[in-house]
Antibody, heavy 120, light 107 residues
């Protein structure tokens, strides 16, 4: 059973960088058939795709967020990470990490989610 | 970029059939998937590639597709089905989009 766990600060000041890490267990982050994704959900709102990364390091970003995003992978630690630069209160959300089935382009495993609040 | 449109809310009585639609031009060429999100929990896949049901999902969940609209059907709705439901698709470049979500209320 694949498990994903988000970790990182729950509070970030405006204009700073939001950094989160997702630790994968129960499956290999180097598996050929999967991407590793970040998805967020603003309070009381719907889901927003942020982007995903392949174990090779290839990335795909939401065009509306691309200029502020960076997703990276550390295969040795079975982790992938998200950085969002120049955050504002609009970046306050629950952030989920997830495993994406590459062929079918769907999420088959989700992390539990972590709330990140942007506030001074 | 493209959009997927869902009704904000659907209400049904227990035992009835709930139908939640998701519309978008890309759906004429791309598959859609459906997720159920219970309050305070991460989403769970309930239908994939328009009509397929993952193992462990009750048979009362089904999906259909016609043109640019996909539909999630929940027959014999139960109180435990009250949740938010999201459709999701991806275009040929790998860009994803979620529908705005539909809140299913069991009366």
């Amino acid at each position: 059973q694949v498990q994903l766990q988000e970790s990182g600060p729950g509070l970030v000041e405006p204009s700073q960088t939001l950094s989160l890490t997702c630790t994968v267990s129960g499956g290999s982050i180097s598996s050929a058939g999967y991407f590793w994704s970040w998805i967020r959900q603003h309070p009381g709102r719907g889901l927003e795709w942020i982007g995903y990364i392949y174990h090779s390091g290839s990335t795909y970003y939401n065009p509306s967020l691309k200029s502020r995003l960076s997703i990276s992978v550390d295969k040795s630690k079975s982790q992938f990470s998200l950085k969002v630069n120049s955050v504002t209160v609009a970046d306050t959300a629950v952030y989920y990490c997830a495993r994406v089935n590459k062929l079918q382009q769907l999420v088959d495993y989700w992390g539990q989610g972590t709330l990140v609040t942007v506030s001074s | 970029s493209y959009e997927l449109t869902q009704p904000p809310s659907v209400s049904v009585s227990p035992g009835q059939t709930a139908r939640i639609t998701c519309s978008g031009e890309a759906l004429a060429k791309q598959y859609a998937h459906w997720y159920q999100q219970l309050p305070g929990q991460a989403p769970v896949l309930v239908i994939y590639t328009d009509t397929e049901r993952p193992s462990g999902i009750p048979e009362r969940f089904s999906g259909s597709s016609s043109g640019t609209t996909v539909t999630l059907n929940i027959s014999g709705v139960q109180a435990e089905d009250e949740a938010d439901y999201y459709c999701q698709s991806a275009d040929s470049s790998g860009t994803w989009v979620f529908g705005g979500g539909t809140k299913l209320t069991v009366l």
